[in-house]
Every structure is written in C-alpha cells, then in structure tokens.
C-alpha cells in the first residue's frame, strides 16, 4: 500500500549505500589480506590497487549515508524513525547536527566516517605498510557496516538501520487511532502521516553547541586508535618487527591530542550542561574513554623509549594493542547496558549485545591468530578463538564469555614474547628509558585499576555477586588517582633532564637544581598567600593534595626550564615540554578547582532571614530566591529579576543577578531550565556560569513553583507555623514575626475566667522598600475562638492568627487577594581557576601536535633520504 | 633479574591490592526490606517513585529537605529523606537506585544520593513516545506542539 505524505526515495538510497558500504569494506578487507599475503618476489599491485579501489568505494558509500540521513533530519522527513526519533520542527539548525549523534546509528556512522578519512590519509603516505594497516582498518569497517546494515540473517537481526520508517518500527503499532477503524490489528490508516508532524525532539540535555562538536572530536579520537594498533598488528603479521615504529610515532601523538581533547570537551559539555556540579564525576562512560587515553600514553612513551633505545618494543606492542581493545571494550561496556545502575547516563540493552562482543572478540583476537609464527599456528589459534565463541554462545555460563576473551589477550602477549626480539642488556638507573619505563607502567596500571572498578558491574554479572559502588565513589578513584598524580608529575617533571642510555650524575644535579629551587620557592609562596583546604576526608587525603599540588607545580616550572636547560629555546624541539607543560597545569587546576570549589548557595533555614541570627545547623546547598527580592548569598546578593520562555518551547530562561558585596562583580547569569518537557512532569535544567580568570560562578535551577498548586493556594488562607524571629515569604516581600503577646487584665465580662488574648505583631517588608507592622490577634472569649485578622490594602495581604502554642510558636494564616508568588530554588558554586584546566589541555595539545610534525618531517626526509 | 622486572612485579602487586582494598569498600544492593532490616547499614536500593503520593517539598520552607515515598518489585515501601534538594528528573523517573542508610529509629530511609533512570541517550524511550502520538492523534493536535 501507498501511503500519503511518504518520501522513500531517501531511504532507498541510503539502504543501497549502506549494503554497497558493507560489501565494499569486505572486498577492501579481502585485497588487502591477499596484497599483503603476497610474496615480494609476486607483484601485489593487482590486489593492492583493488583494495584502494574498494575502499574507496566504501568511503564514497558512508559519506553518502551520511549526507542522506542528514538531508532526512534537515528536512524532516519523520517518516523516518531517526529524525522523528531524535529531531522536531522547532530544533534550531545548530543542533541537528546533535541530534545526528544522538542515536547509536548516527554515532557508529561518525566512527566510521572517521575511519574513512583516517584510512584515506594511510593509502595515502604510509607506503609499503598500506596493505597490512589497511586490512586492520577495512575489517573495522565491516563490523562498523553491520552496526548499521539493519539486515536479516538467518533469523538474526544484524545492526540497526538507521533509514527505518517509523511504521515499521513498532512505535505506530500501539496507536489505534492511526489504523483503520481504530483497531490496532487493522493496517495503517493511508493518511496516518497526517497524525505525524512532529518529531520526538532530541533530549533536553544535549541541545547544547558542546554536544555538536565534542562527539566529533571524541570520536576522531577513539577512530584514531586503529593507526598504531593496526601498525602494530601489521609489525607481527609481516614479521618486520620494528620498521613500524617510525611511522607510528606521529599517528599515536595525533591520537594522543585528539582523543585528549575529546575527554576534556566531554567534560566541559558535563560542565556546562549537566548538573552534577563539576567537570569529572568519574562516571563509567567517562572512565570508558579516558582508560584507552592513558593506555596510549604508555603506548607513546614506550615507543618513543624503543625509537631512542631499543628497550621497551614488546611492551610497545601490548600497549598499543591494548589501547584499542579498550576503546571496544568501551563501547561494549557503555553500549551494552551492562553498566546499567552505575552509571548517571542510562544506557539500555539495543538487542545488539552479541554483535558488539563480538566486534570486540574479532579484535582481541585478532594480534593472536594473525601475528601468529605461521600459517599452521594461524589456523590453530583460530580454531581456538573460533571453538571458544561457540562454547560461549552456547553454553551459558556468564563467565566464559570473558574467560574467551582473556584467552585471547594472553595469546596477543604470547605472539609477542615468543617473537618480538628485545635487547638483553639492562637499561641504566641513570638513563632516561628507565624512568621514561615506570612512569608509563604506572600509568597503564592507573588504566586498569580504574577500569577494574568501572567494571564492577560486569562482575556482578560474571560472578553473580551484588555489589555497589562504595558510600563515596569518586573518592574510590580520587583517594587512589591522586597518588598516581604525583608519582607521574615527578617522573614527568625529572625524566627529562636524563639522556637516554646514560646520564652523567653531575650533570643532571647541576641541571634539576634550578627547577627544584624554584619550584620550592613558588610552592611555599602559593601556600602562604592562597588557601588550599580539604579536611573532608581526613589529613592523610589533605597531605596527598598539597604534595600532588606541588608536584604538579614541579612538573610545570622543570618542563618550562628544560625548554632553554635542555633545549636551548628550540621550539621546534620542545614539544615534548611543552606538552608536559600542560599536563601539569591540568593536574594542577584539577586539584585546586576541586578542593576549593565552594557551594555559594549555602543556606541554613531556607529562608532569608535578612535581621535575626539563622541557625547553622543544617546547612543545604539550595537556596530560594523569590521573585524582586535581594538575598544573602555570603559574599554576593542575589536578586531573582524576571524570566523569559523560548518561543517555540516549553523552556524557560530565568535572569539571576549576582552582586559582590564589595562591588567588584555585578552579573546576570541567565540558567534555564525545560519546564514539564514532552508532558513529562518536572524540570530539566541547563546551567549557566560566569567566568573570571581566577574563577567561574555556576548556578542551576533545582526547583520551580508548580504552578497548579499556586492557583489554589491564592484563594485560601495559607498556614503557616512562625516562631518569633522567623521569617516568610509572600508573593511581593517578606514578613517577620517579632513578637507574640499575651494581653494580661482582660475584661472578664467578656472574656470570661479562662479567656486570653494573644497579639502576634508581623513586621511586613515590601519589596519596594516599604514596611509595616501589623498586628493579628486571636481572642478566646468565653471558650470561644475568635480570630480578629489585620490587613494591608497597599499589598493585597490579610494575616490570621490562628493558634498559640505554649512555646510561643503560632499558626498564621496569610491570604493574598491577587498575584502569584513566583521563585525559583537553584544551586551556586564557585569553581577557582577551572581556566587552567582548559588551557592546561589546549598547551598539552599544543605540545602533541608540535612533535606530531617534527616526527613527520623527520620522516620524510629519512623517506627521500632513502629514495636518492 | 632485572631491576625493573621487580619494579613491574612491585607495581603489580600495589594494582592489585589496590583493587582487593577497593572490593573491601563497595556497598551491597539491597531490596526495601534489607535495607529496613540492616538499619544504619549503607546500601543501594533499587526503586520507584510512588507517584501516588505527592513529593513532599517546599521550596519556601526549606529547600533542601525532600520527602517521598519508594516502593520496590517486591511491593514494599518506605518513606525516603532527601537532604540536598529536589532532585531532577525524579517525577519523570522510571527506576531509582537509592544510596543511603535506614534510619530504623525515625522510620524513614536516609537517602544520601539517588540515581534516575530516564530515557536518555541511545534508549528508545517508545513507551512516552507512542503515548504522545496516541495523545496527539486523539486530541487532533497535528501541530505537534503540545500545549499544556
């Protein structure tokens, strides 16, 4: 049937280019293996150029899935599960490239396109090495094609496409009203595109400019980690154990910077747009990315340690190797839905959880079975790997799943011990090597112990064991991280005053001296004048900061004076320092932001008490401000000012304005938050931040009147319960009890022998600036209650006094004629010097990508060397 | 054997402990009924908001003190104490993971974080989606903006 208000020629198109992109990455994987199966003496060229071909072809293929589910979101064509799944009409166009990497498609379609630049570039400079690297990189490409393909196999579903109509999604099967005579078990009404003008939206949370440009960079990162994994692959398969390294070098520094970046723009969306207050929560999803980076660390170092040396090639291969598997381990872990109730971010089971184990398992084994000693051992370990995924998927015992996949990491090392030649001699205490050695070990351990814990969930799954994250989870890494900050800032701020093999020891005293005394002097400096407090986890934790603090201070002044000690101001050699540079400054921001970060919301009853003494009993971190009055927030006022609503959205934008008590800053910081979104109940709030050089003022929205409750409350005396001293809010000021009276000498013809009369006098604070004292009273005459209210006309306002309690608390009642009291609740922080961070990050990548082009041209002018 | 061969081993060790140590800290999930009978122990409760019941919040009063009821799969309920404000998303929550201790003593379950599960990235959330398509058919809302 034909059904009305349906474009399909889209879709048709990109279900022909995605089955082309399937087959083309096979046929590229295939040429490939045969190009670099073949002997020397045999001309590879025939293969060689029908992989290029092939994969050219594939990338032509992914670039036009791409364009064509972009041109379906920008259009709008909800027909598509994809754009009415993740878009609407009123998404601004900056964001619809967001709501592209919102889904799981768009996202394994942008780590391909990633692979097809990145494997472009390879066809292009990486010369004899381009069969082997590039049949690691097509075959990625075949398991990224079937994330996406949609296809049946044998009764499997395999990937998910992304050009699915929406009714044949599921999601139109519940909806009577949209099938013929309004009976489910009927088709689809002809016309059923007429119910469907309008899309799902993309989340609330990602309609952030972060969320468009960290997901590419991030990706380019995890995309980037195939270069030196696919290198190292190749070094084993072809048994050219170590020619590799050269051209490795700039493409791990490349995935070094880019990946690094990715991490820290991810942490500034989560800064930014999310609401727990910080940059870093180690949450799983984070921790999944930031394992394979400082596995690529260790990875970078030892290569460079080989380069240099001679030593560490072995270890070079597992790092490298291991990078990559985590990155799949990663996106398993956060893609599977394992991690289910450790982490903020939900992640659900897709239905494709055997398809990403095994993407993964082809990878874990894949070193083991091809860089195996020859044809008859390949076979063997194939046949293992290929026995232990049946025994898997057949027997259910959870953990032989993992048992495969350790299996097949152990024959990954087993290739490379029995093969890999190393140097017997032992590396000097002295030299550079050694030191260069422990610092990436510690880092590849630092790797696993956080991954170990982000794993949690996953032996509780294994071993059918209950366990939960700890009372304080970030404290876990924290507490153990924070050690390895400092080992890894010394050994980054000493190391590089070592030469390799060897170092004079009277050279190295009289170079590290400088550093070390300055470092000394900034150091006793920073804690004299600036404050660095953190007694919450005890002294122990305490110390740790301030030695991390001045280590890190260590590695930033040693990396900036080896610069002219070591370098004599080389620029173009410096790379190195400056990158190290910047890594201590992150360190360094990333322990003083955290320490020092300050709740400015502090609050101790909830309300304002602008005269009386508040308790500090219970301090909380939100404060309520109502609408036009100015409130205490210690060292600021804050006055909630007015609101606007999006246009096209159930999103409201509230003005806040901070004013420095002693004048020096005055600001409006502009929070908003989507108020009952989707006809969900509740908020969801974006923050907003204000940011000096020495620090950021950040503050959010945790709560909001509900306005259903207003409408009622307006009409009825409210009551509420008032010590003396105690303070109120109504819809145009506060009011404060000062006192309550009970009248002695009454008449007692009146009032009989019991009869009292009480006096509450409420002193009434206007917004603009005018007060009164009114007083409400509450007579019992003969056992008889009566209540005698007070009003003021110029405010709308009667107050009841409604009970006396022997401990002179009472009941007011406060009734407002008109107006709706309007406030918001938020949260402040105040974040120190988080500036540092940012460019901590953008000097360390800078230094990256400074010895990225050195080792390029280093490489190329070996290459022409080598051609005259 | 080589000095850095005894650093490895070394440093090894140190992970490991460092790993054994960390299992020692980890709290336990529990249902509502081991949380009531391990009072003052930590636990993680998986949960959900009783929308029967109004949350129990005013912003005026005191806006970090939230009350609302829990119940879990087993039908069990308990009373939960919030003390750092209202929490986001919680009324649009699907499942909550409680952190916190049972306070047998005041009856109610002190609740040190919460974790909501909402529908997020990569999750279909088909349920509220289906519902909206259904509500706007059935109102004749084709305009898609729903009005409220």
């Known amino acids: 049937m034909d059904y009305t208000g349906e474009n399909l020629l889209p879709g048709r198109f990109g279900h022909f280019f995605i089955v082309l992109s399937l087959v083309a990455s096979l046929v590229a994987t295939f040429a490939y293996f045969m190009a670099t199966r073949t002997k020397p003496e045999q001309d590879a060229g025939y293969w060689k150029r029908l992989g290029r071909f092939a994969f050219i072809t594939e990338c032509i293929s992914v670039f036009a899935i791409f364009g064509i589910l972009f041109y379906i979101i920008y259009n709008h064509l909800f027909e598509y599960k994809y754009a009415w799944q993740h878009s609407s009409l009123s998404l601004e166009f900056k964001y619809l490239l967001a709501c592209f990497w919102e889904g799981q498609e768009g996202s394994f379609l942008l780590w391909s396109i990633w692979h097809c630049v990145l494997g472009l570039v390879l066809i292009k400079t990486s010369r004899k090495w381009e069969a082997p690297v590039m049949t690691v990189v097509s075959f990625a490409q075949v398991w990224l094609a079937t994330m996406i393909a949609g296809i049946y196999v044998f009764g499997h579903n395999i990937g998910s496409n992304p050009f699915l109509l929406l009714r044949d999604s599921g999601v139109l099967d519940g909806a009577a009203v949209l099938h013929i005579d309004n009976d489910i078990t009927q088709p689809l009404r002809q016309d059923y595109m007429l119910s469907i003008r309008d899309g ?246 630092s790797a696993i112990v956080i991954i170990g814990q982000t794993s949690l969930p ?95 201070i260590y590695a930033m002044v040693a990396n900036i004076s080896y610069i002219w000690l070591g370098l004599k101001g080389s620029l173009k050699l410096s790379g190195g320092s400056i990158a190290h540079f910047g890594f ?81 800053e005055d600001f409006i910081l502009q929070p908003n938050a989507f108020v009952n979104y989707k006809g969900n109940a509740g908020l969801m709030a974006n923050p907003s931040s204000r940011h000096y050089l020495d620090h950021d003022v950040f503050t959010y929205i945790t709560s909001l009147p509900d306005p259903e409750q207003q409408k009622k409350d307006t009409t009825a005396f409210k009551t509420n319960t008032l010590k003396p001293g105690d303070s109120l809010f109504y819809s145009n000021g506060f009011m404060i009890l000062e006192d309550v009276v009970a009248k002695t000498d009454l008449p007692e013809d009146l009032f009989g022998k019991e009869g009292s009369l009480h006096e509450a006098s409420v002193k009434i604070f206007s917004k603009n600036g005018t007060s009164y004292t009114k007083v409400p009273r509450l007579a019992n005459a003969k056992g008889e209650l009566m209540a005698i209210p007070d009003t003021t006309l110029a405010e709308s306002l009667v107050l009841q006094l409604q009970k006396v309690n022997p401990d002179k608390s009472i009941e007011l009642g406060v009734k407002e004629t008109d107006a709706v009291m309007k406030y918001v609740t938020l949260k402040a922080y105040k974040f120190p010097y988080i500036i540092l961070l940012w460019l901590g990050v953008a000097i360390t990548a800078a230094g990256i990508f400074i010895s990225m082009i050195r080792r390029i041209r280093l490489n190329r002018l070996k290459a022409e060397k080598l051609e005259i | 054997m080589k000095k850095i061969h005894i650093i490895l081993l070394v440093l090894i060790a140190g992970a490991i402990a460092v790993l054994i140590s960390f299992l020692n800290t980890t709290a336990t999930y529990e249902t509502i009924a081991g949380a009531k009978s391990n009072p003052g122990k930590f636990v993680h409760v998986a949960a959900q908001l009783d929308k029967s019941i109004p949350l129990d919040y005013d912003d005026l009063k005191d806006p970090n003190l939230l ?25 649009i929550s699907e499942r909550l993971v409680l952190e916190g201790r049972y306070d047998a003593a005041a009856n109610q379950f002190e609740c040190k974080r919460v974790q909501t599960k909402c529908p997020s990235k990569y999750k279909d959330d088909m349920k509220a989606a289906q519902k909206n398509i259904q509500h706007n058919a059935a109102t004749g809302n084709t305009n898609g903006n729903n009005t409220y």
């Open chain 2, 67 to 91: 009350g609302f009821m829990a119940y879990d799969s087993t039908g069990e309920k308990m009373k939960v104490i919030y003390r750092k404000g209202k929490i986001e998303n919680l009324e």
């Open chain 1, 584 to 664: 201590g400054m992150v360190l360094f921001a990333i322990l003083i932001s955290s320490s020092n970060k300050e709740i400015l919301s502090r609050n101790t009853s909830g309300i304002f008490v602008p005269l009386g003494e508040g308790s500090k009993e219970n301090p909380g971190e939100n404060l309520t401000l109502v609408k036009g009055i100015k409130t205490d927030m210690g060292k600021y006022w804050v006055t909630y000012e007015s609101d606007s609503m999006h246009p096209k959205k159930q999103q409201w934008y509230y003005n806040i304005h901070f004013q420095r008590k002693d004048g020096k």
């Open chain 1, 200 to 445: 799902n939206d993309l989340n609330p949370l990602l309609q952030n400019y972060w969320m468009v440009i960290h997901p590419p960079v991030l990706f380019l990162g995890f995309a980037s980690t195939i270069v030196p994994f696919a290198f190292a692959v190749a070094g084993l398969w072809t048994k050219n154990f170590a020619d590799w390294v050269k051209q490795a070098i700039p493409w791990t520094l490349f995935a070094t910077a880019v990946l690094g970046v990715g991490i820290m723009m991810g942490g500034m969306w989560a800064y930014e747009s999310l609401t727990f207050g910080g940059y870093w929560a180690w949450d799983p999803v984070e921790n999944a990315s930031l394992v394979p980076w400082l596995i690529l660390v260790s990875g970078l170092h030892t290569l460079l340690i080989y380069k240099h040396s001679g030593h560490s090639l072995r270890s070079t291969y597992l790092f490298l190797v291991l990078a990559f598997i985590f990155v799949l381990y990663s996106t398993f872990l956060t893609r599977s839905g394992i991690l289910g109730e450790t982490s903020v971010h939900a992640f659900t089971d897709l239905g494709m959880n055997k398809q990403l184990f095994l993407f993964m398992y082809s990878f874990v084994w894949l070193t083991g079975i091809i860089g195996a000693k020859n044809t008859r051992s390949v076979l063997g370990v194939l046949a293992i790997a290929t026995l232990l995924a049946l025994l898997s998927n057949y027997v259910n015992i959870a953990w032989l799943g993992s048992l495969a996949l350790l299996t097949g990491i152990g024959f990954t090392i087993y290739q490379i011990q029995t093969q890999v030649p190393t140097v017997q001699k032992e590396e000097a205490t002295s030299s550079r090597e050694f030191w260069m050695f422990i610092g990436s070990l510690v880092f590849f351990l």
């Open chain 1, 458 to 552: 996953v032996f509780n799954k294994l071993f059918s064991i209950q366990k939960a994250p700890s009372e304080d989870p970030e404290f876990a890494y924290n507490n153990i991280q924070i050690y390895v900050a400092v080992i890894v800032a010394i050994l980054t701020a000493v190391t590089q005053y070592l030469k390799y093999k060897d170092t004079a020891s009277s050279y190295f005293w009289k170079k590290i001296i400088i550093p070390t005394v300055i470092t000394a002097i900034l150091s006793v400096a920073l804690f004299a004048m600036y404050d660095i407090t953190y007694t919450r986890k005890g002294p122990m934790f305490q110390g740790a900061i301030w030695l991390a603090v001045v280590c890190s």
